[in-house]
T-cell receptor, first 113, second 110 residues
Framework: DTEVTQTPKHLVMGMTNKKSLKCEQH?????MYWYKQKAKKPPELMFV???????INESVPSRFSPECPNSSLLNLHLHALQPEDSALYLC????????????FGEGSWLTVV | KNEVEQSPQNLTAQEGEFITINCSYS?????LHWLQQHPGGGIVSLFM???GKKKHGRLIATINIQEKHSSLHITASHPRDSAVYIC????????????FGEGTQLTVNP
């Protein structure tokens, strides 16, 4: 199983809503990542978790709140988002943090209205 | 100047053609990744290189550390190869921060 599974695939939310994006992997990877990608742009790193602890926060606004309940799951909680937060949110994992093959999920398309 | 430069930005080929996408970088790296992204969004990791050459099916990736340059080759291209190909580098001191190129949009016509 070399999959990173993300749900939902599509999400439309209002600016006052609270929603969550979920990511799951069963490869025994101990590093998990959230990326944000706008149209026709490369992905931008948001957060890195290493051994279930937040390792990197790329100065992401607090309306995005990551959570790593266990080594297989990574959540991104969303609250009071802005329309400019509409993007593809990609989850990824690797064996450990650093230079190892990285596996990406299919992404969650988020639209904030 | 971006730390990772890809060329060309767009590439159109006929089915069966040999394709080369280039990536140059200006920082010290620990590894270089070639990624493929289809319009649906998901990214597939094709190769991770730190030296030499790797081959997987019709895909070949090479890296020249001294020249800070990598190439991705596709032999006998097929319409299903149409996608965005992204070069990303992991820096010597950047840990998990991959620096991405802008991507190359490849279209292979039947």
């Amino acid at each position: 199983d070399t999959e990173v599974t993300q749900t939902p695939k599509h999400l439309v939310m209002g600016m006052t809503n609270k929603k969550s994006l979920k990511c799951e992997q069963h490869m025994g990877h101990r590093a998990m990542y959230w990326y944000k990608q706008k149209a026709k742009k490369p992905p931008e790193l948001m957060f890195v978790y290493s051994y279930e602890k937040l390792s990197i926060n790329e100065s992401v606004p607090s309306r995005f709140s990551p959570e790593c309940p266990n080594s297989s799951l990574l959540n991104l909680h969303l609250h009071a988002l802005q329309p400019e937060d509409s993007a593809l949110y990609l989850c990824a994992s690797s064996q450990i943090q650093g230079s190892h093959t990285i596996y990406f999920g299919e992404g969650s398309w988020l639209t904030v209205v | 100047k971006n730390e990772v430069e890809q060329s060309p930005q767009n590439l159109t080929a006929q089915e069966g053609e040999f394709i080369t996408i280039n990536c140059s970088y200006s920082v010290g790296i620990s590894a270089l990744h070639w990624l493929q992204q289809h319009p649906g969004g998901g990214i597939v990791s094709l190769f991770m290189l730190s030296s030499g050459k790797k081959k997987h099916g019709r895909l070949i990736a090479t890296i020249n550390i001294q020249e800070k340059h990598s190439s991705l080759h596709i032999t006998a291209s097929h319409p299903r190869d149409s996608a965005v190909y992204i070069c990303a580098v992991g820096g010597e001191t950047s840990g998990s921060r991959l620096t991405f190129g802008e991507g190359t949009q490849l279209t292979v016509n039947p």
